[in-house]
């Protein structure tokens, strides 16, 4: 199976710890997204990559949250200061080259709980 | 922004019944998906929708893209236990605006 993976599953960290996730796509896929889904919600979405450019970013990022995709493969996404706020389901999914209007494959998640 | 509205919130039903689920939404979208999430995992894509009025099955799920692309609505026929889990709408606005927005979700409970 060679779907979107993730690493870690879990996470706790204490507030003010900085966290980085790690997330690989769908080999083939040029197209990567970060979403962030609390209790009860449906997932919001944080920014998108297309190959190692990063073209769209969510108010919900801010000036804590940084992610890179630098060389179009995995990405990663970093919290600085983690505030209790902070803690949720960290999604990463990914899509396929060509038109804009293709599915997103998610992966199983990073789940972060900020003490 | 865009909102999307998905009822019921939660279905308690009998193994065997049918399930209804829908959309509203307060914009237009150019792609409706249909995705179920179990408890700790990442959303499963099910159906996506790319036309207005589109139906398209996957074995005993149907879903539609309505008309007005501003709602969507899935069905689940002859309801089993394994399809217990939240299902989310999620609507993509096309062009360069490559974003989903989700529903809240329906949360389904199946009694055997």
């Known amino acids: 199976d060679t779907g979107v993976s993730q690493d870690p599953r879990h996470k706790i960290t204490k507030r003010g710890q900085n966290v980085t996730f790690r997330c690989d796509p769908i080999?083939?896929?040029?197209?990567l997204y970060w979403y962030r889904q609390t209790l009860g919600q449906g997932p919001e979405f944080l920014t998108y990559?297309?190959?190692?450019?990063?073209?769209?970013k969510s108010r919900l990022l801010s000036d804590r949250f940084s992610a890179e995709r630098p060389k179009g493969s995995f990405s990663t996404l970093e919290i600085q200061r983690t505030e209790q706020g902070d803690s949720a389901m960290y999604l990463c999914?990914?899509?396929?080259?060509?038109?804009?209007?293709?599915?997103?494959?998610f992966g199983p998640g990073t789940r972060l709980t900020v003490l | 922004g865009q909102q999307l509205n998905q009822s019921p919130q939660s279905m308690f039903i009998q193994e065997g019944e049918d399930v209804s689920m829908n959309c509203t939404s307060s914009?237009?979208?150019?792609?409706w998906l249909w995705y179920k999430q179990d408890p700790g995992e990442g959303p499963v894509l099910l159906i996506a929708?790319?036309?207005?009025?589109e139906l398209t099955s996957n074995g005993r799920l149907t879903a539609q893209f309505g008309i007005t692309r501003k709602d969507s609505f899935l069905n689940i026929s002859a309801s089993i236990p394994s399809d217990v889990g939240i299902y989310f709408c999620?609507?993509?606005?096309?062009?360069?605006?490559?974003?989903?927005?989700f529903g809240k979700g329906t949360l389904l409970t199946v009694n055997p």
């Open positions: 999620a609507g993509q606005g096309g062009g360069s605006n490559y974003k989903l927005t």
């Open positions: 999914a990914s899509g396929a080259a060509g038109g804009p209007l293709g599915p997103q494959y």
């Open positions: 914009s237009i979208f150019n792609t």
């Open positions: 929708l790319y036309k207005a009025g």
């Open positions: 080999s083939e896929h040029n197209r």
């Open positions: 990559f297309q190959n190692e450019a990063q073209l769209e």
